[in-house]
């Protein structure tokens, strides 16, 4: 009974992550119809100010995860007046190789700046410690990840359905023409898709810290990856989507840790990508793919 508590936690966990990145992804997909592959330097941005803020002997965890948190707001802001607004009503391969060429650069940056090795933070390692859960052991940080998701997704969706901000951002993802000879300004709709995306970046960047106790170049594009694969599974552009696949496919990671043999233990992902690949041949367009005419995507 523990053994599986604690695997159901893990799996918790793993989704919980992926679901917070996935969507920081949808949210901007859904508005601008963009992939912004950029949103794992999002990511290290705010473990880098977590560095810098070691450095400034700024060790209060609470400053450190404000922060973090407040680096990731900007660096997304920023990245979407700087890179993405130039290119706003590009055509969606446009903004595909712009995402893809800010990570690059972003990634090298960080290389020639900061360190192409990684750089520990230690200010979070209070965020884990052993708990007790329905008599089974469990770490801390997984209760924290999966309750801190479940609150994200409850508070997104009151700020989407009961702000004037939110609505004029779920109208904008059926129609944003049509928002736009209402009234609605365009760019303080962007902004705060972003900015959103930022702090959902920002959230998530804690969590990866917390466990990895440090920070590289590449801190973000893994996660990022497989979160853009949540998003496909669960239908891109569904914020509901987005939380359903990120929370499948931390199931079947965890599953298949658990299932395999030792010796096929390097295979890991292959069969993950395969149930993948079954999944969306079941689903073409994703488990929850929003409605192509009428009805809301978020």
Not at 202 to 221: E, K, T
């Amino acid at each position: 009974m523990e053994y599986v508590t604690q695997q159901v936690m893990n799996a918790l966990a793993f989704g919980a992550e992926y679901a917070l990145i996935a969507l920081g992804l949808a949210i901007v997909f859904s508005i601008m119809g963009l992939v912004n592959f950029a949103h794992g330097e999002v990511i290290a941005v705010g473990g880098y100010t977590m560095v810098a803020f070691a450095a400034l002997a700024l060790n209060n965890p609470f400053i450190v995860i404000g922060g973090a948190i407040a680096a990731a707001v900007l660096m997304s802001l920023v990245l979407e007046r700087v890179a993405f607004r130039p290119v706003r009503y590009a055509d969606p391969t446009t903004g595909l190789l712009t995402a893809f060429g800010v990570s690059i650069i972003l990634q090298n940056v960080f290389l020639l700046v900061v360190s192409p090795r990684p750089v520990a933070v230690t200010s979070l390692y209070f965020l884990d410690w052993p708990v007790q859960l329905m008599g089974v052991q469990v770490s801390s940080l997984q209760v924290f990840e999966a309750v801190t998701t479940v609150l994200v997704i409850i508070g997104l969706m009151l700020f989407l359905k009961r702000t004037t901000l939110g609505l004029a951002m779920r109208a904008a993802s059926l129609d944003f023409e049509m928002v736009r000879m209402v009234g609605v300004r365009s760019n303080r709709v962007f902004a705060v898709a972003f900015m959103v995306s930022g702090l959902l970046a920002g959230l998530a960047c804690i969590f990866i810290m917390a466990r990895r106790g440090s920070v590289d170049p590449h801190l973000g594009f893994n996660p990022v990856l497989k979160a853009f694969v949540a998003c496909v599974v669960g239908g891109f552009g569904s914020l509901p989507g987005a939380v359903l696949g990120g929370f499948l496919l931390g199931a079947i990671e965890v599953a298949m840790l658990v299932l395999l043999p030792q010796e096929y233990g390097g295979m890991k992902d292959a069969f993950v990508f395969g149930i993948i690949a079954l999944v969306l041949v079941w689903r073409p367009n994703g488990i929850l793919s929003p409605p192509t005419e009428k009805g809301d995507k978020i």
